[in-house]
């Protein structure tokens, strides 16, 4: 089992929703030559997905002829792109591509450890993960002696070892959160440092969407890169997740059969304060949270307050299973794979859950567990609204 720290960027994939939009600009495609050297492997094939004008799609297929590949194509700006095999096994990584002339090496089983040149903006990247390398390299000891506690607790056969294991492993877990925010930190400062770069957006819209930077912040920011910047592929994916997550404004309205097949419309509930609350069958903490929203539930009902559970699952089977296992039948249950609107107007379907949003009597959105990196407490939430009244 790897550290428990957040890894940034890897999750990252070209968002669908941003396939529809549409760049304003003057600037013209630019051609881009791609020659690379695979180490340790003279046949293969590699793929290079990457993104061209209005967020077009591409990817592209390269023979390795010993150990030799190249790609050549056009982009608009420099572009996040993806380099991988079809096997897998270490064959995959993330980098900047931009017009002109670029060689890489690679490691089979390593690509992440490559080596780029040609590429302005992958220079920047570099420096950026070397100052976090050195994060790392400090925390190097405790990072290895977890990993040794978890292979030891997997092995350990009695209680007592194992809790003495965990308690060890506890103690050393504080030390790699620091780390985490060290590592988070020097990303902020290069963000903070580096407006006119393609390289910033890309971390904030990561940082955006793992909550290790509040809304607020991540606004400020947005704000102060350059216009060729926020016209980036990473900087429209950030202001279109701002705009999703605007309190103070209408909430988008939507109709879906709920678990019964009644159909469900957010309109209708005017009048009535209404808590969104996206969970999952398979999500432990959004489990956890249940026994709070039945409590608020049963307090608010009767001023007129209304949950809908929103489930992200995949399976519909283990959504109706757990809406009777969890007995959440005094909810209105729906299944957001189900609605296009939900899914293009409600970001917090793609957050990590649980999270809710809570909606006022005139249908307006007051507030959005997704705009603060802590946890807070719907209960409290709601009982400073209801003591308004």
């Not at 003057?26 to 003279?42: A, I, M, R, T, V």
């Not at 993806?82 to 931009?98: A, I, Q, R």
């Not at 009767?302 to 299973?321: C, L, Q, R, T």
Request: aromatic letters at 12%; charged letters at 25%.
């Amino acid at each position: 089992m790897k550290r428990a720290i957040i890894v940034l960027i890897s999750f990252i994939f070209f968002s669908e929703a941003a396939s529809s939009q549409t760049i304003i600009t003057d600037e013209k495609e630019k051609s881009f030559f791609l020659d690379g050297n695979l180490k340790g492997k003279d046949t293969s094939v590699i793929i290079l997905i990457y993104q061209k004008n209005n967020y077009q799609r591409v990817q592209d297929t390269s023979y390795v002829t010993n150990g030799k590949f190249f790609f050549v194509g056009k982009v608009l700006q420099p572009s996040f792109c993806t380099l991988k095999s079809p096997t897998g096994k270490g064959n995959y990584t993330k980098l900047f591509l931009e017009g002109g002339q670029q060689k890489i090496i690679i490691q089979d089983t390593r690509f992440e450890d490559f080596i780029m040149s040609g590429s302005y903006t992958q220079r920047q990247d570099d420096t950026l993960k070397q100052q976090i390398k050195l994060v790392e390299l400090k925390y190097k000891d405790f990072n290895d002696k977890y990993d040794k506690l978890v292979n030891d607790y997997k092995k350990a056969t009695d209680s007592l070892s194992k809790l003495k294991i965990y308690q060890e492993g506890a103690q050393i877990l504080g030390r790699i959160r620091i780390e985490n925010e060290e590592r988070n930190k020097e990303t902020m400062l290069f963000i903070s440092k580096h407006y006119d770069s393609y390289v910033s957006p890309v971390y904030l819209y990561s940082f955006m969407t793992n909550h290790a930077v509040e809304t607020d912040s991540t606004e400020i920011l947005y704000n102060r890169f350059t216009d060729k910047i926020k016209s980036s592929e990473f900087g429209k994916l950030i202001k279109e997740e701002l705009n999703k997550r605007r309190i103070d404004i209408r909430a988008p309205d939507f109709a879906v059969s709920d678990i019964q097949d009644s159909r469900i419309v957010l309109s209708s509930f005017h009048g009535k304060y209404v808590l969104l609350n996206f969970w999952a069958s398979y999500c432990i903490p959004c489990i956890e949270e249940f026994p709070d929203l039945k409590e608020a539930f049963g307090m608010y009902k009767s001023s007129g307050f209304e949950i809908i559970n929103i489930s992200v699952d995949i399976s519909k089977s283990s959504w109706a299973d757990a809406i009777i296992k969890f007995g959440l039948q005094n909810f209105f249950n729906i299944f957001a794979k189900d609605n296009v609107t939900l899914q293009n107007k409600y970001s917090n379907i793609t957050q990590p859950i649980p999270s809710q949003i809570l909606i006022n009597r005139e249908g307006i959105i007051i507030w959005n567990s997704v705009n603060q990196q802590t946890e807070q407490n719907i209960k409290t939430i709601l009982q400073k609204e209801f003591d308004k009244k």
